[in-house]
């Protein structure tokens, strides 16, 4: 069930990828993945990874945040290699991460390897929401953070309306979470200290009607 699901969500963002509704929610996707970059201490950071990173924009932006140390890690991971074909990394000068094809249910990296996992506007799309929890979790160190932001449908009419249309028409779609929901899944995986901000992208900056976000913080 999660195989087929995956398999049908690959190909539907291989094809998204280079589609004009990608490029036209990028200010939207870059409001979510800022908000998300500036609550990290990066003084702190020495090993980060982005799931689900798409076409790794946030995961090039915390390579460059990274302070330069010999250890320091940033990778990034998505099921779609058409997403992460449109990655920009690779440029002369420009800072280095890793990337990887692999679903967040079954994440490629040993336990214990990061300090911070972050996930943006993908969390609906986990067949298995709660194993991709666990994964993350498993990834994190102990005292690790977990950054996660999603629309949740019950925070705006927006994304209430987007959940209906998106459950009819696109093929990797779960469901829009409650906040609740999250809350919930979010403490069953394990995670402490869970703090839950609500992020309302202004017009202005994302040219397009509110479709508010929750961000989920906790410690591993
Ligand atoms: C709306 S895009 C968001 C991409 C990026 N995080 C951002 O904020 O711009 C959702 C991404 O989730 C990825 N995705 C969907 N299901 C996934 C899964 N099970 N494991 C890893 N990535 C997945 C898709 O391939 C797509 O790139």
Known sequence: MSNQHEAKARKWFDVWADS??????????????RQVLDRIDWSEATAVLDVACGSGWATMEAARAMPATDDGVVCGCDLSTGMLARRTSGQEGDAEA????????ALPFHTDSFDIVFCTAAFHHFAAPLEALHELKRVLRAGGTLLLADSCRDQSLGANVWDRLHRWFEPGHVKYYSRDELVEL???????????????????QTKKLSRHVVLFRATS
Do not use: D, H, I, M
């Not at 403490?187 to 202005?204: D, I, M």
């Open 20 to 33: 004009w509704t990608f490029r036209r929610l990028g200010p939207w996707l870059r409001y979510v993945q």
């Open 186 to 204: 979010v403490g069953a995986a394990g995670f402490s200290n869970l703090e839950v901000t609500k992020l309302v992208p202004p017009f202005w």
């Open 98 to 105: 890793r990337f990887a094809a692999a679903s967040a249910q």
